[in-house]
């Protein structure tokens, strides 16, 4: 059956319905799931373009998401297309990973088709983005001039039935070093590790609060210092609590608050988006490195495979793992860096000398 794909600007109301129901047929990750894709355009004042492709009866098979913006380069601006991104750096700090097409299961082969031969087609861009794809994708397949990896990045993760295999003994799987850190930390907070609150509906202002306030001051480069970005983590737990995609956990013990983790969960795997930890109260000690260990204790009791560390290079993220994958961020360009300087530089040795 012939697939099409189109680009349109439908409104929020009829985008959200069409998503939502292709969503239902879709085993795609929760990065191209409604409660994360509707918290963010409410979030940011974007407004990028549907790629939809479509099947003979107009059915929804696959649906992206196409930013288009002018991206500074050093031979001038180049326009730009992003795969559900915007290409505005601050609209698109919340930060996508496992990115890709919303499409039918089953039918992503014929779907990735389309929607590559629909980007070939259109004339108005220059560069496309892809941020946080698998490795191999094949989205990887458009024909361009060049494909320039811009990183490549460890998704460090905890295999939670190792963790049941070791009669919920996490520490074991990990280095002497790591256990070491743990358990002084554990002592330096009276014995076991913090006690776990998964948060109501009600918890979400005061505990994304505390998170901010957590957070004030850690770095120069802070995402919680950004109204828009505190605005998308509580939309997204608001609406993705009630279905538990979405986990809020505040981690605490007889000294007061430890930390606090905004966590997601789809298809067995929890993933850690974001978090915030007190102040060590000792030189030894490590509130992280107890969040995550309590974090993978609650998950490993609920049944859960994997409990991810998303991506990101941290060392903390290494030595908590005990399994890992990638992601890989692309740009694809329909043009030459290299032969578009040698035409500029011929272009200034043809020009006369100005009188």
């Known amino acids: 059956m012939a697939l099409s794909a189109t680009f349109s600007l439908p409104d929020r109301a009829t ?3 069409r998503w939502q129901a292709l969503e239902a047929r879709s085993d795609a990750s929760f990065f191209l799931r409604w409660v994360w894709i509707g918290a963010w355009l409410d979030s940011y004042p974007i407004r990028p373009e549907l790629l939809a492709v479509t099947d003979e009866q107009g059915r929804d098979v696959a649906l992206a998401l196409v930013g288009h913006a002018m991206q500074p380069r050093l031979l001038g ?20 990973e496992y990115n890709g097409l919303l499409a039918e299961s089953g039918r992503e082969g014929e779907a990735t ?20 794809i698998a490795p191999h994708s094949p989205l990887l397949g458009l024909s361009v001039r060049r494909r320039a ?47 776990v609150a998964v948060a109501t509906l009600d918890d979400i202002a005061p505990w994304l609060a505390e998170m901010a306030a957590l957070n004030s001051g850690r770095h120069a480069d802070n995402a919680w210092d950004s109204a828009p970005f505190r605005q998308f983590v509580a939309t997204i737990a608001a609406r993705g609590l009630p279905s538990c995609a979405v986990e809020l956990l505040r981690f605490s013990d007889a000294g007061g608050v430890v930390g606090l983790l905004v966590n997601f969960v789809q298809g067995g795997m929890a993933m850690n988006y974001q978090s915030a930890f007190a102040e060590p109260r000792t030189g030894k000690d490590k509130p992280g490195l107890l969040c995550h260990a309590a974090a993978v204790d609650h998950y490993a009791a609920r049944g859960l495979t994997r409990y991810s560390l998303l991506a990101g290079k941290d060392r903390y993220k290494q ?11 692309w740009t694809l360009e329909r043009f030459s860096p290299r032969l578009e300087a040698e035409a500029l530089l011929r272009r200034l040795l043809r020009r006369p000398a100005s009188a």
């Open 15 to 17: 985008l959200a319905q």
């Open 77 to 96: 601006a180049v326009a730009t297309l992003s795969l559900n991104q915007s290409g505005d750096p601050q609209a698109d700090r919340p930060y996508v």
């Open 113 to 132: 088709t389309a929607f590559l031969s629909a980007l070939t087609r259109r004339r108005d861009w220059r560069a496309l983005r892809l941020s946080g």
């Open 149 to 195: 990896r811009s990183d490549v990045s460890p998704v460090y993760q905890v295999d939670l039935d190792a963790v049941r295999a070791a009669n919920g003994d996490y520490l074991s799987l990990l280095s002497a070093n790591t256990r070491s850190q743990i358990r002084r930390a554990m002592k330096d907070h009276g014995g076991p590790l913090p006690d």
């Open 319 to 329: 030595s908590l793992s005990t399994c890992e994958e990638s992601l890989e961020w």
